[in-house]
């Protein structure tokens, strides 16, 4: 194992947590535990994003499937995340661990205040010794500010706290071109590289275990999002947690994804990662250079139309006129006021909305362009 301290996120999903029945399977928590105290114990900075509130709730109220109304999804989830919240107490007080209970929704990562409140609270937590245990906050979310999965969750977690590694344990040992449990010649894949992500080839499926909501799709997903803010990724074994020491001991185990340079930006990872659209703003060929091979801001001439409703200050993307996305950024013009003035000259702003104000929709240094 590495000497020098590591941040490390870990995430489990609830096909890992419980059984077929939908039972807590306490044997593979305990070896989690077991494993995330060895890295404490060893120096690393570790956050545990978990699932299975729901699925855990399920069983002790004794339903027989994952509830697809949301309230009563929400009602289930409360009832869980008290019990698991428990089991994970007590197996982490027997061996001295002090841990933390964070709940999160994506309002928290969209207001600026907030994100660099929950930044700050990670940090002083993982400062104090402890494993901060997150979730969504499944009881109050609703549609539009949900992460819609954990993998997704441990990805942001992981850009907001400037992780080295993203740990995403799963019901498979590694990624396969195909599913393993179906396709029997499919072929393992060990090694991800950054410019062969675009490239991947594989059969990802839709969905997880009856219990769960990610499948393979989510996490490549996050390994997109992980990756690309500066967090080596891996998909490895839930069932067998102590594979995460032999990985970080150089050990080939899971797939590995590469991570890009980490940004020194956090403002810019935030605009990336945390914030959700509320638009699209399409450019014509000479804005799509200007912004991302010239890092210039956006100017009104270069808009070609607008999508969606938003206000000044969202986050929209920005595509190209055959619809490929080449990066986010916050606006400073609401959807109104950029339907009328698109493809005018900045000069003329003043003049069509009435009053004088930036020559700039969107200003470069709140603007991210994809790599």
Not at 49 to 65: D, H, K, P
Not at 180 to 193: G, Y
Not at 316 to 336: H, K, M, P, Q, T
Request: aromatic share 4%; proline share 3%.
């Amino acid at each position: 194992m590495s000497n020098k301290p590591q941040t490390i996120v870990v995430k489990i999903g609830t096909s890992s947590l419980t059984q077929a029945t939908g039972q807590i399977a306490i044997a593979t928590i305990a070896s989690l535990v077991e494993t995330l105290c060895c890295l404490r114990s060893a120096g690393h900075r570790i956050v545990l994003v978990s699932s299975g509130a729901v699925g855990v709730g399920c069983a002790r109220l004794n339903l027989t499937e994952r509830p697809r109304k949301m309230a009563l999804k929400q009602a289930v989830a409360a009832v869980g995340q008290g019990r698991l919240m428990r089991i994970y107490d007590d197996m982490f007080s027997n061996l001295q661990q002090a841990i933390a209970q964070i709940l999160l929704t994506r309002r928290e990562l969209v207001e600026r205040n907030t994100y660099v409140n929950a930044s700050n609270t990670f940090q002083e937590l993982l400062d104090l010794g402890v494993i901060p245990i997150v979730n969504e906050n499944d009881t109050i979310a609703v549609d539009e500010l949900k992460f819609g999965d954990n993998d997704t969750l441990s990805a942001l977690v992981a850009s907001l706290i400037e992780a080295d590694w993203l740990f995403l344990l799963t019901d498979v040992d590694r990624m396969y071109s195909a599913d393993p449990k179906t396709v029997p010649n499919a072929r393992p894949i060990k090694l991800v590289s950054t410019d062969e992500f675009d490239r991947l080839q594989v059969d990802a499926g839709s969905s997880g275990s009856q219990w769960g909501t990610g499948g393979m799709a989510t996490k490549l997903s996050a390994a997109r999002i992980a990756t690309s803010t500066g967090v080596r990724t891996v998909i490895t074994q839930g069932k067998h947690p102590q594979n995460i020491l032999k990985i970080l001991e150089g050990e080939d185990f899971g797939t590995q994804f590469e991570a890009q340079p980490k940004s020194d930006n956090a403002r810019k990872r935030w605009i990336s990662y945390g914030l959700v659209p509320a638009g699209t703003l399409y450019l014509d060929g000479g804005a799509v250079k200007a912004v991302t091979q010239k890092g210039k801001s956006l100017l009104p001439a270069g808009i070609i139309s607008v999508e969606g409703e938003f206000s000044t200050s969202d986050a929209v993307r920005l595509c190209d006129e055959a619809g490929i996305e080449l990066g986010r950024g916050l606006v400073n013009y609401n959807s109104s006021e950029i339907n009328q003035i698109k493809g005018h000259h900045s000069t003329e702003i003043a003049r069509i909305l009435g009053y004088d104000s930036v020559d700039t929709v969107m200003h470069r240094n709140n603007l991210v362009v994809n790599s």
